[in-house]
């Protein structure tokens, strides 16, 4: 093999208020789809902090994480050939305020509440397989603390050699 694979990192918040998940529908090339609140690592944040972000963007809401609920891995092919391995770091948290003036992310359609039992119904409609597992290893109470999560600080105080390129 002449080139390293490496996985696409993501996170995604699980978000339960009264019975209730928080999540997003989006548009995508397979049409509208629900997910978590969820995104790309990007350059420069730690996992937690692209949580917050990512959260902040797709819902308009501010979001603590205060628990790791797990790290998952699924792989996804489409018929044109693309294979793609995802590495989800799943955070729950407290959600915060939401800024009603603030607009969500470019194929966000909206924000909804919905109950496990919709959740586990809609499974058709979900964007990725790991909604689900993701919300049963929350309500099941899988928590990790957050300090499992090491960054080191070349990470996010732009020393790392690797960004400086």
């Known amino acids: 093999m002449d080139t390293r694979w490496k996985p696409n990192v993501t996170v995604a918040a699980v978000i339960e208020r009264d019975g209730l998940f928080l999540l997003v529908e989006e548009e995508t090339t397979d049409g509208l789809r629900l997910n978590n609140p969820a995104g790309h690592l990007d350059c420069g944040e730690t996992p937690e902090q692209a949580c917050i972000r990512e959260t902040l963007e797709e819902t308009a809401y501010s979001f603590t994480p205060d628990a790791l609920v797990g790290l998952y891995l699924s792989r996804q092919t489409t018929p044109g050939g693309d294979d793609t391995t995802y590495l989800r770091f799943a955070f729950c948290g407290t959600l915060g305020d939401c800024d009603p003036h603030r607009s969500l992310d470019t194929g966000i359609v909206r924000t909804l509440w919905m109950t496990a039992d919709d959740i586990r119904a809609s499974r058709a409609r979900h964007r990725s397989p790991l909604l689900v597992q993701c919300m049963e290893d929350y309500l099941r109470g899988t928590r990790y603390p957050l300090a499992l999560v090491q960054?080191?600080?070349?990470?996010?105080?732009?020393?790392?050699?690797?960004?400086?390129?």
Not at 151 to 165: E, F, H, K, Q, W
């Open 151 to 165: 960054a080191d600080a070349s990470v996010t105080a732009g020393t790392n050699p690797l960004l400086n390129r």
